[in-house]
Structures are given as C-alpha cells and as structure tokens.
C-alpha cells in the first residue's frame, strides 16, 4: 500500500510571475510493474471538475511529460534516496491556481496517451495553489 503526503502548498496566495515548489513523499510499496510506474502532478480547478495531468515522470528512467500548458515553466522531478516527488512552478499565472495532486500509477511508453487519472490509483490529499494577478 503506497501513501502519498503532499506538502508547500495551502498558504498564502502567489503573485503572479512567481515560484512556488510543491514536494510529495511517498511510503510503501506500489506493487505495480517497474516499466511502467510512473508519478505524476494533477490538478483540478473550479471550473472544470477534471484532473489534468500535468507533468510526470518514470522514476526509473527519468523520462518527463509536461502538458503544453505548463511547459517551459514546470520541472518534475523525483529524489529516489528520499522516494519523494517534486514540482517546481516557475512563472506562475492566475490561470495555474487549482487544487495540485500527486499520484502514483501507471504511465504508458513515451506517455502516448498522456497521463489519465484513472491509471493511478494512489493519490496525495491535494495542495492549493493561488495565483493572484
């Protein structure tokens, strides 16, 4: 059973063009196959009732996936020593503020198709980021 607790988000309001680094450390052991274990960084806004996949990575290989909107301006990475998941956010708009999950689950080869959160059935409890223009 994996635990994921998700912490640097929840304070106060960003401004806009700023950074903010969210961190996800993990417990336990997955049990899914090691090609195609991947961690990833949803979010889901008021407007739309959907998780995004925002970025993800195979923490083996250590190959990423950005989603066009946050490309250029969002880095993924995983500490395996620590078994904890980053997301650096860099450039921040108003548009970025959304409830941030990470999760662990299943990703397919060259993320064709991009992470779905339905293929991961393990999540943090979820980070707020605001933006404020």
Not at 7 to 30: I, N
Not at 70 to 94: C, E, W
Not at 106 to 133: E, N
């Amino acid at each position: 059973q994996v635990k994921l607790v998700e912490s640097g988000g929840g304070g106060d309001s960003v401004q806009a063009g700023g950074s903010l680094r969210l961190s996800c450390a993990q417990s336990g052991v997955s049990g899914y196959g090691y090609n195609n274990y991947c961690m990833a960084w949803f979010r889901r806004t008021s407007a739309v009732n959907e998780r995004e996949g925002v970025a993800a990575i195979f923490t083996g290989p250590g190959m990423t996936f950005y989603a066009d909107s946050v490309k250029g301006r969002f880095t993924i990475s995983h500490d395996n020593a620590k078994n904890t998941l980053y997301l650096q956010m860099d450039s921040l708009k108003p548009e970025d503020t959304a409830m941030y999950f990470c999760a662990a689950g299943l990703c397919y080869r060259d993320f064709d198709p991009p992470p779905r959160w339905r293929d991961f059935g393990y999540w943090g409890q979820g980070s707020q980021v605001t933006v404020a223009s």
